[in-house]
């Protein structure tokens, strides 16, 4: 699997070019967002709004009004977080075709509490008009912007950056409302989203080895949450559902998934990783992955515990599994 | 000197659609028992002013009577509030209302200009009407929803940048409340309008010193106003909130490459004197009993 570097910031260009209604919000960020090329190669057409977060909402909602459609890029606490009023009157009650392109989801940041998105999904999910979308490799990242811009009403989307893997061939575009159903095991159903799909993948390499058969589901659509083909897998698993979030265990993927298989008749037992129901702190991705259980040994145990079974998967096997170049070596984001 | 009659006409028109905002305001506050009637006599002057002379706004493209609450703005549908201030052309100005809790004052201009039926009055703040006590963007002339403060002025920012980029010569006017000016988005807006030269945004500020709580220099100091505003960048003018020749003129102030601040000091209980007893309580009039009733409607049957 080959890592890309910058993906958003050369695609956004490229597809921007005949769409002249595309304008580009910076709140400060333009670098941290991957927007200068954006900004070198349609200077009319990219507006900075400064650190003025509420401000820039509700302008790109009024220019929303008018024709335009306002691609609002900065980090995401400072969207739904600072400026969620805004966000509600100015965008979402008047169904405003915003995109909102929030960077740092969960804990891609070693900035600490302040610039951690940890319950975003959980929050704007409930925004009626809202769609909730999550990139987790290149392909999702290149084809997010047309699901986003066919939807008429405001979009939220949870955006990776710099060096992302390709888990997904880039002909298999990301679709709206239909999750990517990487494996139909009936065992278990493991329903990931974001960074999270990559590190389950390690773990389900080796657990399908060991014999478990896997439901492995990687959901882009937080909202709408209705893919028939998602509960029809949930249903399918004989031991349990495992759902596994960059994000709190509160309100996001996990929530979904618990109000899908309620309201479907799902009756078996649900495990939710995520971080679980708090704050965070700074430290690099690698650290804090372990610290709150979202990386793939966390996932074998989850298995283990819910099947009642030991698998004999250690962390140096997981670690020699390669589903990419890249090493997982430390890399600190950048601010 | 001969007198320009032009001058006269608007002036002694904007005169009858301010008293008649007041006198409505005051008949449906007592026949409903209660109403935003302090906001009506602080701003009947400027709405008059903006309605008869400064707009420049076709008539209105909506029913004289509102239909029903029409549902929220969804996929494939977007009501239209601000049909009854024209239609949308790229020479024609658009209003809009930031401080939504004027709503009432809104209406009773539309009433007095003829773009809404008198009875239609009537249905304010009952239920399944849209025309709400504090209304949105389905209100009868309302094109934003603005109820929760300081976020109109930012709007109109986007708005005004996207009618530069098409070209459009229509003029964007926003009416505020001084109260508004509390908000910290206000001056964000005010730095963004200047930073990016918006200076096709007009804004009519009601200064009547008033909110919830009580004086705004007792609740918040929000003075002084005219250098905060200039501070952030808008060119600033400060006018009596009920000379009706001086809020004209002061829409023609020369504010090149800045947003046009027109700061208007008003009085909550103008034209209805009764009300000088209850300041600075008058956010939301309602009367005590059947005695103060008696004694507005005896004033309401004089005005």
Redesign the interface.
């Known amino acids: 699997m080959e890592i890309l570097t910058q993906v958003h910031e050369k695609n956004l260009v490229a597809w921007a070019k005949d769409k002249p209604e595309v304008v580009v919000f910076s709140g400060d960020l333009t670098g941290s967002t991957e927007i200068t090329l954006f900004k070198k190669t349609y200077p009319d057409r990219f507006?900075?709004?400064?650190m003025?977060e509420?401000?820039?909402?509700?302008?790109?909602?009024?220019?929303?009004?008018?024709?335009?459609t306002?691609f609002v890029h900065t980090f995401a606490v400072f969207m739904y977080r600072r400026a969620l009023?805004?966000i509600e009157?100015?965008i979402a009650?008047?169904?405003q075709r915003v995109r909102m392109f929030g960077f740092l989801p969960g804990i891609m940041t070693p900035g600490g509490v302040s610039h951690q998105a940890i319950n975003d999904v959980g929050v704007l999910r409930t925004l009626?008009?809202m769609t909730v979308l999550e990139t987790g490799d290149a392909t999702d990242v290149e084809s997010v912007l047309d699901v986003a811009q066919a939807v008429?009403?405001p979009v939220y989307i949870r955006m990776v950056r710099k060096d992302i893997p390709r888990l997904f061939p880039a002909s298999e575009r990301m679709q709206l409302g239909k999750a990517r159903i990487l494996s139909r095991g009936t065992d278990i159903a493991l329903v990931t989203a974001g960074i999270c799909t990559e590190e389950a993948m390690r773990a389900t390499a080796l657990l399908e080895k060991q014999g478990v058969s896997i439901s492995h589901i990687h959901v882009t659509t937080h909202k709408p949450f209705n893919d028939p083909a998602v509960a029809e897998r949930l249903a399918a698993a004989r031991f349990g559902v495992i759902t596994m979030e960059n994000h709190t265990t509160v309100g996001g993927l996990g929530s979904e998934v618990a109000e899908m298989m309620a309201e479907t008749g799902v009756s078996t037992r649900l495990t939710r990783l995520g971080i679980p129901d708090t704050y965070a702190h700074g430290a690099s991705k690698e650290y804090l992955v372990k610290e709150y259980g979202l990386d793939a040994i966390s996932l074998v145990r989850a298995v283990e515990g819910v099947m009642n079974q030991k698998f004999g998967i250690s962390e140096e096997a997981l670690a020699d599994v390669r589903l990419s170049e890249f090493t997982g070596e430390m890399q600190l984001e950048a601010l | 000197m001969a007198l320009d009659t032009q001058t006269t006409t608007w002036v002694d028109e904007a005169r009858r659609v301010a008293a008649g905002i007041r006198r409505r305001a005051l008949e449906l506050t007592i026949e409903q028992n209660g109403c935003y009637l302090s906001q009506a006599l602080s701003s009947a002057d400027i709405l008059a002013v903006l309605y008869t002379r400064v707009l420049n706004i076709g008539p209105s493209a909506a029913p004289l009577t509102p239909p029903p609450f029409p549902g929220?703005?969804?996929?494939?549908h977007?009501p239209l509030g601000a049909d009854y201030n024209g239609p949308r052309e790229p020479g024609s100005d658009r209003l809009l209302l930031s401080a939504a809790h004027y709503a009432v004052a809104i209406y009773a201009a539309l009433v007095e200009t003829g773009r809404m039926a008198p009875e239609a009055l009537f249905e304010f703040n009952q239920d399944g009407s849209s025309v709400e006590m504090i209304g949105?963007?389905h209100s009868p002339g309302m094109?934003?929803?603005?109820?929760?403060f300081?976020?109109?002025l930012?709007?109109?920012?986007?708005?005004?940048?996207?009618?530069r980029?098409?070209g459009e010569t229509g003029k964007v006017w926003v009416f505020m409340s001084d109260g508004e000016c509390e908000e910290?988005?206000t001056y964000?807006?005010v730095?963004?309008l200047a930073?990016?030269r918006l200076d096709n945004v007009h804004v009519y500020i009601d200064v009547n010193g008033q909110q919830v709580d009580g004086l705004t220099k007792d609740v918040m100091n929000i003075e002084p106003l005219a250098d905060r505003f200039a501070a952030f960048g808008a060119e600033v003018v400060t006018v009596d909130g009920h000379d009706l020749e001086a809020l004209e003129a002061a829409a023609r102030t020369e504010h090149t490459g800045k947003p046009l601040v027109i700061l208007c000091y008003t009085d909550t209980a103008r034209g209805i004197p009764l009300l000088e007893d209850r300041k600075p309580n008058l956010h939301y009039v309602r009367f005590k009993n059947d005695e103060e009733i008696a004694r507005y409607r005896e004033f309401l049957a004089g005005m």
Do not use: C, W
Not at chain 1, 47 to 50: H, K, N, T, V
Not at chain 1, 54 to 68: E, H, K, L, P
Not at chain 2, 143 to 148: A, F, K, M, V, W
């Open positions: 507006f900075s709004l400064g003025a509420q401000n820039m909402m509700s302008f790109a909602g009024g220019m929303a009004r008018d024709g335009f306002p009023d805004q009157m100015s009650y008047p169904n009626p008009n008429d009403g | 929220v703005p969804r996929p494939g977007h949105a963007e094109e934003l929803t603005t109820g929760s300081g976020q109109a930012s709007q109109a920012a986007g708005i005004a940048l996207a009618r980029l098409k910290g988005q964000e807006a730095q963004a930073h990016h």
